[in-house]
């Protein structure tokens, strides 16, 4: 197993176009978390899920934004109607279940709206 | 809001020296982990301490962890250009499920 997989590295799209992104955890994995960053700013707490339940959304998830996780192994993000702030890094994370467990991060995908 | 704070915000050495970075948080914790993160790149996980942990080494780094001051440090020893990076301690609430970092600490190793 090589960690966590995130597709694509990069997105350049254009301001009002839908973007998908993939994220592979760590197989045994069965939580998995989207985080956000942006430019000299730690990652912002997105999404999470425990297998294929999403159990908590951040206010920062706005309805144009959706996550699913529909086998509880790879999950999709998805921004409908991009605008020029959703340009972030956008990190997938997987953890075992239970307390005091590592978190272990994609490299992420770099989105950028123009 | 960010759950934790980082100090220095920056800081820059001399290869060969030790570093240290300081997080600061505002709630009860389970544990408090510490990340590297190169430019653009991924998260690198580094080291977790729990609550009840008090300090903790993995090869050149050491952290601490006081619940009373709600604060930890991060201390890497001997100190290499390959350590240039930014550092981020994350907190996990427990029942929140989810870590909450800071805005790290940009590390810069010079030769």
């Known amino acids: 197993d090589t960690g966590v997989s995130q597709n694509p590295r990069h997105k350049i799209t254009k301001r009002g176009q839908n973007v998908t992104f993939r994220c592979d955890p760590i197989?045994?994995?069965?939580?998995l978390y989207w985080y956000r960053q942006t430019l000299g700013q730690g990652p912002e707490f997105l999404t999470y899920?425990?297998?294929?339940?999403?159990?908590?959304k951040s206010r920062l998830l706005s309805d144009r934004f959706s996550a699913e996780r529909p086998k509880g192994s790879f999950s999709t993000l998805e921004i409908q109607r991009t605008e020029q702030g959703d340009s972030a890094m956008y990190l997938c994370?997987?953890?075992?279940?239970?307390?005091?467990?590592?978190?272990?991060f994609g490299q992420g995908t770099r989105l950028t709206v123009v | 809001s960010q759950q934790g704070e980082e100090d220095p915000q920056a800081l820059s050495i001399q290869e060969g020296e030790n570093a240290t970075m300081n997080c600061s948080y505002k709630?009860?914790?389970?544990?408090l982990q510490w990340y590297r993160q190169n430019s653009g790149r991924g998260l690198v996980h580094l080291i977790l301490?729990?609550?009840?942990?008090r300090e903790k080494h993995s090869g050149r780094l050491r952290v601490t962890l006081d619940t009373s001051k709600k604060s930890s440090s991060l201390l890497i020893t001997a100190s290499r250009a390959a350590d240039t990076a930014s550092y981020f301690c994350?907190?996990?609430?427990?029942?929140?499920?989810?870590?909450?970092f800071g805005q790290g600490t940009r590390l810069t190793i010079n030769p």
């Open positions: 994370a997987s953890s075992l279940n239970g307390g005091n467990t590592e978190a272990f």
């Open positions: 197989s045994e994995h069965n939580r």
């Open positions: 899920f425990q297998n294929e339940a999403q159990l908590e």
């Open positions: 709630t009860s914790i389970n544990n």
């Open positions: 301490i729990r609550s009840n942990e």
């Open positions: 994350a907190t996990d609430l427990g029942g929140a499920q989810k870590l909450v």
